[in-house]
């Protein structure tokens, strides 16, 4: 059969694999007896307005929903395969505390807050404070808006690349990163239109260029490019103009990641290449009960009237 592309896209879960289709949405994922463990859903956002599927619009929106879906099936993930039932057998060996309830209530949104104001300072205001602070003992700096927006940039990926690097060290994350490697295996032996077995699933690339990874790689790159054009000096000021361009951001990202994976010639595998790189710490070799959960996942979403090609 011809290779063909796929709108078909997935995410790496505590010992499982989600694949979100044009239709359906499928987990699954290993439970502590090592059985695959299968949930499907609606894909969400299937029946949004056409307004908010136009170019350019499309990608603040489809975001938005998968990060609210991810982390509901990554929650749902880390239930199925028995990291919440240990945390509550260490509970009941130590006995009630009182505080545990207060702890459950209070630590995601703590959490989270405490992680928006980390990639607040880490992101946007740690860039911008340090070029302020290198244009204080040369003030010719101030008026290159160009090395300015290239430096701020440069900055904020060489952040993201560390954190990734870091994460990849860790056990739990580095398992995790081995079922995104079967993930994208899958998908690429989908459209290569062979059978979904194991050994087909196997012989895949593990790099894909529509990879989550590369598109947050390639959004950090098209702020750069934007940022050239915003010539403000005042910092406040310049951080509020910053995150009212996020949307304008995010949607280029969007668009140039949906190029790369529907077409490929010069031009894409350029655009993919940052991405495609960065997946080296991110996409690891999965093992077959990992590639037997994606093709699990897999099978479940592939509409029957070809609405996923692209």
């Known amino acids: 059969m011809a290779d063909k592309k796929t709108s078909i896209g997935g995410q790496a879960l505590m010992e499982?694999?989600?694949?979100?289709?044009?239709?359906?949405?499928?987990?699954?994922?290993?439970?502590?007896?090592?059985?695959?463990?299968l949930e499907e859903t609606p894909t969400k956002g299937k029946d949004r307005a056409k307004f908010f599927k136009l170019p350019f619009i499309r990608g603040v929106f489809n975001m938005v929903d998968s990060l609210a879906s991810g982390y509901k099936y990554l929650?749902?993930?880390?239930?199925?395969?028995?990291?919440?039932?240990?945390?509550?057998?260490?509970?009941?060996?130590?006995?009630?505390?009182?505080?545990d309830k207060l702890m459950d209530s209070l630590?995601?949104?703590?959490?989270?807050?405490?992680?928006?104001?980390?990639?607040?300072?880490?992101?946007?205001?740690?860039?911008?404070?340090l070029w302020k602070w290198l244009a204080i003992p040369f003030p010719a700096l101030t008026e290159q808006y160009f090395l300015r927006a290239v430096f701020e940039g440069v900055l904020r990926i060489l952040v993201f690349v560390l954190y990734v690097w870091a994460t990849s060290l860790m056990k739990?994350?580095?398992?995790?990163?081995?079922?995104?490697?079967?993930e994208h295996k899958t998908i690429f032996c989908y459209e290569a239109g062979l059978?979904?077995?194991?050994?087909?699933?196997?012989?895949?690339k593990r790099f894909h260029p529509r990879c989550g990874t590369s598109f947050l790689i390639l959004t950090l790159i098209v702020s750069i490019v934007i940022s050239m054009f915003v010539r403000i000096?005042?910092?406040?000021?310049?951080?509020?103009?910053?995150?009212?361009?996020?949307?304008?951001?995010?949607?280029?990202?969007?668009?140039l990641i949906k190029l790369a994976g529907r077409k490929d010639n010069r031009l894409t595998r350029i655009i993919s290449a940052p991405g495609v790189?960065?997946?080296?710490?991110?996409?690891?070799?999965?093992?077959?009960?990992?590639?037997?959960?994606?093709?699990?996942?897999?099978?479940?979403?592939?509409?029957?009237?070809?609405?996923?090609?692209?």
């Open 16 to 37: 499982g694999i989600m694949m979100r289709g044009p239709e359906n949405t499928a987990m699954a994922v290993r439970n502590p007896q090592g059985e695959i463990v």
């Open 172 to 182: 739990d994350i580095r398992r995790t990163y081995m079922y995104h490697g079967a």
């Open 277 to 310: 790189a960065l997946q080296h710490l991110t996409v690891f070799e999965p093992d077959d009960s990992m590639i037997e959960c994606a093709i699990a996942a897999m099978e479940k979403v592939i509409p029957g009237d070809g609405s996923d090609l692209i």
């Open 195 to 204: 059978p979904l077995t194991v050994e087909n699933v196997r012989r895949q």
């Open 107 to 129: 630590i995601m949104p703590v959490a989270t807050v405490l992680a928006v104001v980390l990639c607040f300072a880490l992101f946007l205001w740690l860039p911008m404070q």
């Open 233 to 255: 000096d005042n910092l406040p000021l310049r951080m509020a103009v910053k995150l009212l361009l996020l949307p304008v951001i995010i949607g280029v990202g969007y668009e």
């Open 75 to 99: 929650m749902r993930s880390a239930e199925i395969c028995g990291i919440d039932e240990e945390e509550e057998k260490k509970r009941a060996e130590r006995g009630p505390k009182w505080y």
